[in-house]
């Protein structure tokens, strides 16, 4: 039997369970009865109306249940999956809106849009019968090209959005900014592309629904990041059952990233299906229908320019971001690149004046939304890619530049100019400390020997705040069990993080109760509160839901103990699982006390009997992890292949839960951070839409040979605004990634080329070219 204590590096508790084949993903989940099969019949074209639809031969093909179409959607009256987030123009006025039914209605407006779905008795009937639908697609014209869509004469894609500019939003004091920029010594530019990126959980997406007759309810099994949030939109939103006729489970989840907490369009069209037909069905994609149907993440084109007095401190920041938004609007697709996101452009520096206008682009490729990170990396990658393009302009060193800059401890609690209150942080320590770790003083003497070898080698460094941690409120309930054991249920969602493990040992150390009898629960809509898995908020919220419910638990726990004690509730103490009275070896065990407090006569009489509980954890107050990320490579001038040899990161997390996850997830975020920065980049054609990068043979995943050995430390700060002191963590990986390595990517070239900027993916091909390019005389920024 063990008990965890907070702070520990205990292995994860769900392992066995995973690693011994007990692990239950949406297509593992058990029916009682064999499933109907759903295959979705999609657009082959980025933009056309649709003329007709004849589901005739479809309908009549071998195994075919039913056939569905937009028509059948608006004959049915369901509602349009819905954008959650409001947001303001500058001139007051109300961001565009799209209409996003389950199936396309009159025009398709991305390739992979819905067209129909099938449902038949096997999927490869299924997928046959799909190939009998006669569309008449008329071909328009499309954009899929962000800054393009947005320029005069472009093809229109919502007749209700003129200029494809769905809302035209700002932040910071614009007048401030420019009075900054009035009086300055000296102006920086660079213009920046933070690449768009498919998320490719190990996992794909998937939805089952179950229909019972008794109570017309059904059941939808699916891939998610907490059930709370599907729960609503799918019920009340979309399908306007209700969400009695509607339980929402997920069993294990394969990675999320963000794309896993939104309503997709087949989520819905599933469980109508599974009530139309009054049976299981179940539908399953392969990978390439993933590339083609799920929301895709960051997509922007930046303008930078900063105002510097003769000292090269910051004076103003300007910056006007173009947001790819796709085809529809998709759940918090207007909040990512807008209120998500741009309060860490003022990144960890004192730059006093700060401007930020963001036009959210309508385009003809998927939508997009929140991706690891949800904002907040795009802002870092620009930040701090401007940040090193500047230190070069005025012929400072990396971490002079920001050392000038850098807010210091005694300005701790800082209010940035966009208006976040950081609470704790010793910034320039960090960025020390990671410089000290990365060997930076013997940096001179590597890229010496690597020039014998015929390679230019480069290190780059970028510091990263992030705001997270709050959001949404998270609930923890617990209940005790007859066999002395207790169960916790919190509604946020593990996506492989680890949750059962965090959970159980803040328990388990609060408490004083071995893991072993400890269950966590999760995914399941009958029995768990609200909550979702987003925003590097399991720890700050979910986990200070369950220590207020285990300092619940004790509180009352003390006066049942006092009571069936004899003694006066001042001289109880809660210690290693039991009550007892201060001095003396009489005690009850916290499972004693539970059962005693089932009785009336136990408790006071305000009390209600037995100590089950439960505490919300509002999501009011942010954290902010900050960091310092040192990459060092090596490129062949020849070939522009990119080898990263050493990787150093130094993080403030705060208070640590548990050291072992803890690097488990920053490994993780360097890896989708370097993946973005060296290979990944989502390709469509510019003249017919398709999407090129469809497959795993044309959209490059990093792979071990790419994503480099992490030298890992930490030098925390205490964090003030939640009673656990810890920093959210999720996510800060592929925050600080992205600059870090395309830093050093341009520090290797600069001294041989004059190049001064790459935009990601710094592919070797792209290199190959920035170098002939700079070889020819052309010493211009890379595309």
């Known amino acids: 039997m063990t008990k965890f204590g907070i702070g520990q590096s205990t292995t994860r508790v769900e392992d066995p369970r995973l690693l011994t084949g007990g692990g239950r993903y949406t297509d593992d989940t058990r029916l009682d009865a064999p499933a109907a099969r759903a295959y979705v019949l999609r657009s082959p074209h980025a933009h056309a109306e649709i003329r007709k639809i004849d589901t005739t031969a479809a309908k009549a093909a071998p195994g075919v249940l039913v056939v569905l179409t937009g028509d059948d959607v608006k004959a049915a009256g369901f509602g349009d999956l819905p954008c959650l987030v409001p947001l303001q123009n500058r001139d007051g006025s109300m961001r ?7 199936l396309a209605q009159g025009r398709v407006r991305h390739v992979g849009d819905p067209v129909a779905l099938v449902v038949a008795e096997t999927l490869e009937q299924a997928k046959d019968a799909a190939e009998l639908i006669e569309v008449d697609y008329d071909p328009l014209p499309a954009v899929v090209d962000t800054f393009g869509a947005a320029e005069k004469g472009a093809p229109q894609i919502w007749d209700e959005i003129k200029g494809n500019e769905c809302f035209d939003w700002e932040m910071g004091n614009r007048a401030g900014t420019d009075a900054a920029f009035a009086k300055a010594d000296r102006v920086v530019k660079l213009r920046l592309v933070n690449n768009r990126l498919v998320v490719n959980s190990m996992e794909p997406r998937g939805a089952i629904a179950t229909y019972e007759a008794a109570g017309d309810r059904s059941t939808l099994w699916l891939s998610s990041q907490g059930v709370s949030v599907i729960r609503p939109y799918v019920a009340d939103m979309v399908l306007k059952i209700g969400q009695d006729k509607l339980r929402v489970r997920t069993g294990d989840v394969g990675g999320g990233f963000g794309m896993k907490i939104f309503v997709h369009p087949e989520y819905p069209m599933v469980v109508w299906a599974s009530r139309l037909l009054k049976r299981t069905v179940k539908w399953i994609p392969d990978r390439q229908e993933a590339f083609l149907s799920d929301v895709q993440g960051r997509d922007h084109v930046s303008f930078a320019e900063m105002a510097l007095d003769k000292d090269c401190r910051f004076l103003g920041l300007r910056v006007t971001t173009y947001a790819a938004l796709g085809a529809y609007l998709s759940h918090f697709s207007t909040f990512i690149p807008t209120m998500a996101g741009t309060g860490m452009l003022a990144g960890l520096y004192q730059t006093p004046a700060i401007y930020v206008n963001v036009k959210g682009i309508m385009t003809n490729t998927v939508p997009t939304d929140a991706y690891r990170g949800a904002g907040r990396p795009e802002a870092a990658y620009l930040l701090e890619r401007f940040v090193d393009h500047i230190a070069r302009e005025t012929g400072l060193t990396p971490d002079e530049i920001r050392a000038r800059n850098l807010v210091r401890p005694d300005q701790i609690p800082w209010t940035t100019a966009l208006g976040d209150v950081m609470d704790s942080g010793k910034f320039e320590a960090v960025m020390r400390k990671s410089m000290e770790k990365a060997d930076w003083q013997g940096f001179a003497a590597r890229r010496a020997e690597s020039a014998k070898r015929g390679k230019w080698r480069g290190i780059g460094l970028a510091t990263y705040v992030e705001k997270c941690g709050g959001g949404t409120p998270d609930t923890a309930v617990i209940k005790f069990n007859d066999d002395e054991s207790l169960t916790a249920y919190i509604g946020n969602q593990t996506n492989g993080q680890g949750h059962e493990t965090l959970y159980t040992q803040i328990l388990s150390d609060k408490l004083g109760v071995d893991a072993e009898r400890i269950r966590i629960v999760q995914g399941d809509s009958d029995v768990v509160p609200d909550g979702m898995t987003g925003g590097s908020r399991a720890s700050p919220v979910g986990g200070a839901a369950m220590l207020g419910v285990s300092d619940k638990i004790i509180a009352k726990g003390k006066l049942v103990a006092a009571t069936v004690l004899e003694a006066s509730a001042g001289d109880i103490e809660y210690k290693d699982g039991s009550f007892a009275i ?179 993916p710094a592919t070797a091909h792209s290199i190959w070219r920035a170098i002939q390019a700079a070889r020819a005389g052309n010493k211009v920024a890379a595309e």
């Open 96 to 102: 565009g809106d799209t209409r996003r039914p389950m």
């Open 582 to 760: 201060v001095g003396t070896d009489r005690r009850l065990s916290l499972f004693e006390t539970a059962k005693a407090a089932r009785d009336a006569k136990n408790l006071p009489a305000e009390e209600t009997p037995g100590l089950d509980d439960s505490f919300t954890r509002e999501g009011t107050h942010a954290t902010f992890p900050n960091g310092c990320h040192i990459c060092e490579l090596e490129v062949d001038p020849d070939t522009g292949t990119v080898t990263i040899h050493r990787y150093t990161v130094v993080d403030d997390f705060g208070a640590v839960m548990n050291p072992l996850l803890l690097m488990g997830q920053v490994h993780g975020g360097i890896g989708q951070g370097v993946g973005q920065a060296l290979t990944e980049h989502t390709v469509y054609d510019n003249d017919t839409g398709q999407l090129l990068s469809g497959s795993f043979m044309d959209y490059a995943m990093p792979r071990a040979d790419v994503v480099p050995h992490v030298h890992f430390d930490l030098h925390n700060s205490p964090c003030t605004t939640n009673p656990l002191g810890v920093k959210g963590a999720g996510e800060a990986g592929a925050i600080g990634a992205p600059p870090a390595v395309i830093n050093a990517i341009v520090d290797a070239l600069h001294p041989h080329t004059g190049i001064t900027h790459v935009d990601m």
